[in-house]
């Protein structure tokens, strides 16, 4: 509380990230981060771009970005809008494309700063059940809406909706704007890139943070027809022209040029989560099928909060949340082999 703040302020409720610790030594699996680093070529790329020229302000449309993104999925650079990290984008669409007199749709186990934007912006929601087995169902989202939004995988569960269930939600909703955050598409997803040429109405939003390693950068992207993309352009350049700066632009076109490397560490990510998924599951954990970086597990007996201080005391980090459908499960982010294989000897004497 402060007098000298505006008064909304003091109503917000910010969004809480996961523990960034100074502790060198601890075994981070709390943020999703890629346990690979980025790829050689980013590095190089980063060293090249840190120059004199960082006195220049960097290109305020990131055309150079713009084009690496829309070369990799084969669309035009007028479908891409870039910003720093994927949050910033989310902030500028719900900003942009939310602020309707019907309240948005978003499930009631999703990404928590979706809430966060809704009272920044005030903007009115509703949060839609997950059903039992915690996916999506498409037809619960059928009614009058002032737009939609949901991670695909979610998060923190992980399951993934089908592309052809996101073509029906499309199908059946027309007048708003459906935006599909697919942070962790790269982990065994089909991305819906695919549908936006059919549907103006359709706004995907990717993130450099997991799949390209770069968290520290602060590389995100949205894609969608020209005109959604013209929208986010008139609510960034009210905002700050030069969101995406020269280091992170040169990394982030770097690393999508950097194919091989990309597929590699996606697939590495995914062998990985496979045997951390086969230990859960032989510990006694249920785990949620998961195509993200991370999985999302339950013990059969023990205590989540019990396990969670147990690891801890170990020096490994994993997220629990205390919300009432989900507080017995732990979301574990898939490390190096050598991490893993810690945390499941870890959790063997744990339970
Ligand atoms: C990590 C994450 C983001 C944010 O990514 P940044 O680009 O690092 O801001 C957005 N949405 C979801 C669902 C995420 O998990």
């Not at 006195?55 to 669309?75: C, G, H, N, V, W």
């Not at 059903?131 to 169902?137: A, E, L, R, V, Y």
């Not at 905002?239 to 697939?267: H, I, R, W």
């Amino acid at each position: 509380m402060s007098r000298f703040w505006s008064g909304f302020v003091n109503e917000l409720d910010p969004y809480v990230p996961g523990e960034q610790p100074k502790l060198a030594n601890l075994t981070k699996l709390n943020t999703n981060e890629n346990p690979y680093g980025p790829s050689p070529k980013v590095i190089e790329a980063i060293r090249m771009a840190a120059s004199d020229r960082l006195r220049l302000y960097p290109d305020p449309t990131s055309a150079e970005l713009r084009q690496a993104i829309a070369d990799f999925y084969r669309i035009d650079a007028a479908w891409v809008f870039v910003g720093n990290g994927s949050d910033e984008v989310l902030g500028h669409v719900f900003n942009a494309f939310f602020r309707q007199e019907a309240p948005i749709l978003f499930p009631d186990i999703s990404y928590s700063f979706y809430p966060v934007y809704c009272q920044l912006y005030q903007i009115s929601y509703d949060t839609v059940p997950l059903s039992h087995d915690f996916s999506i169902n498409v037809d619960d989202y059928d009614r009058i809406n002032g737009g939609i939004i949901f991670p695909n995988p979610n998060a923190p569960t992980g399951c993934l909706l089908a592309l052809s269930e996101i073509e029906r939600l499309l199908q059946n909703n027309t007048e708003s704007v459906v935006v599909i955050d697919e942070a962790y598409i790269d982990f065994g997803g089909e991305s819906a890139v695919s549908l936006v040429k059919d549907y103006p109405n359709l706004l995907i939003v990717q993130t450099m943070s997991k799949s390209r390693s770069l968290a520290g950068m602060r590389v995100g992207y949205a894609i969608g027809q020209a005109d959604l993309i013209e929208g986010l352009i008139r609510v960034k350049d009210s905002f700050n022209s030069y969101p995406v700066d020269s280091l992170a632009s040169a990394a982030g076109v770097a690393a999508m040029n950097d194919k091989a490397y990309f597929n590699e560490t996606c697939q590495a990510v995914i062998d990985e989560r496979n045997k951390v998924v086969a230990g859960l599951e032989e510990l006694g954990f249920d785990v949620l099928p998961s195509a993200a970086n991370f999985v999302f597990a339950s013990h059969k007996q023990v205590d989540a909060v019990e396990i969670a201080a147990g690891l801890r005391k170990e020096g490994i980090i994993v997220r629990h949340f205390t919300k009432p459908r989900i507080n017995q499960f732990l979301r574990i982010s898939i490390g190096t082999a050598g991490e893993n294989q810690q945390l499941l000897s870890v959790l063997d004497t744990l339970v």
